[in-house]
Antibody, heavy 119, light 111 residues
Framework: DVQLVESGGGLVKPGGSLRLSCAAS????????MNWVRQTPGKGLEWVGL??????????HYAAPVKGRFTISRDDSKNTLFLQMNSLTTEDTAVYYC??????????WGQGTLVTVSS | QSALTQPASVSGSPGQSITISCTGTRSDVGAYNYVSWYQQAPGKAPKLMISDVSNRPSGISSRFSGSKSGNTASLTISGLQAEDEADYYC???????????FGTGTKVTVL
């Protein structure tokens, strides 16, 4: 079975940075299309970004609200996905999920990690 | 890219059928068959229920079905059960720089 485990969330001040991790088992991340999706407290889901598999060149896409501030990367040797978040604002407060994508749907989700941006 | 529009809440009695709509535009729902549906229980991660408009992943009950007409996709839950009480979200590929958009979410209540 595929298992995704996020970590790295916490409390950070506006303008600060945080790096989230997503450790995978049962799935080789270098062969997968991996996404980050966030959910604001009490609100809905928002797509954050995608890193494609190595066979698709590892191409990365970002949602407009995070482009230029967030960076998605992957350590294939550790089978771990990362989300580096810089210049954080209160609008970035959310639970962040990593999820693998198959043909336009998000198949397996981690349990999420909470990021709170507050002074 | 605006969120897809879903009703805030839908309710039904056990055994009944309910349908949740998901309205987008001709640039997302209307343009692609990459529409999926997710169930989210309180405090839990979303769970894929329907992919590619109407495909049920392995292990998902046949009581859940999906369809699409024009810019609107729909999720139908037949034979409603207490365990179906949760939030439901649709999602669509957009083909734009923001690749995916989610729906506003629907709370399903079993009366």
């Amino acid at each position: 079975d595929v298992q995704l485990v996020e970590s790295g969330g916490g409390l950070v001040k506006p303008g600060g940075s945080l790096r989230l991790s997503c450790a995978a088992s049962g799935l080789t991340l270098s062969n997968a299309w991996m996404n980050w999706v966030r959910q604001t407290p009490g609100k809905g889901l928002e797509w954050v970004g995608l890193i494609k598999s190595n066979s698709y060149g590892g191409t990365i896409h970002y949602a407009a609200p995070v482009k230029g501030r967030f960076t998605i990367s992957r350590d294939d040797s550790k089978n771990t996905l990362f989300l580096q978040m810089n210049s954080l604002t209160t609008e970035d407060t959310a639970v962040y999920y990593c999820t693998n994508e198959t043909s336009g749907s998000f198949d397996c989700w981690g349990q999420g990690t909470l990021v709170t941006v507050s002074s | 890219q605006s969120a897809l529009t879903q009703p805030a809440s839908v309710s039904g009695s056990p055994g009944q059928s309910i349908t949740i709509s998901c309205t987008g535009t001709r640039s997302d729902v209307g343009a692609y068959n990459y529409v999926s549906w997710y169930q989210q229980a309180p405090g839990k991660a979303p769970k894929l229920m329907i992919s590619d408009v109407s495909n049920r992943p392995s292990g998902i009950s046949s009581r859940f079905s999906g369809s699409k007409s024009g810019n609107t996709a729909s999720l139908t839950i037949s034979g409603l059960q207490a365990e179906d009480e949760a939030d439901y979200y649709c999602s669509s590929y957009t083909g734009s720089s923001t690749l995916y958009v989610f729906g506003t979410g629907t709370k399903v209540t079993v009366l």
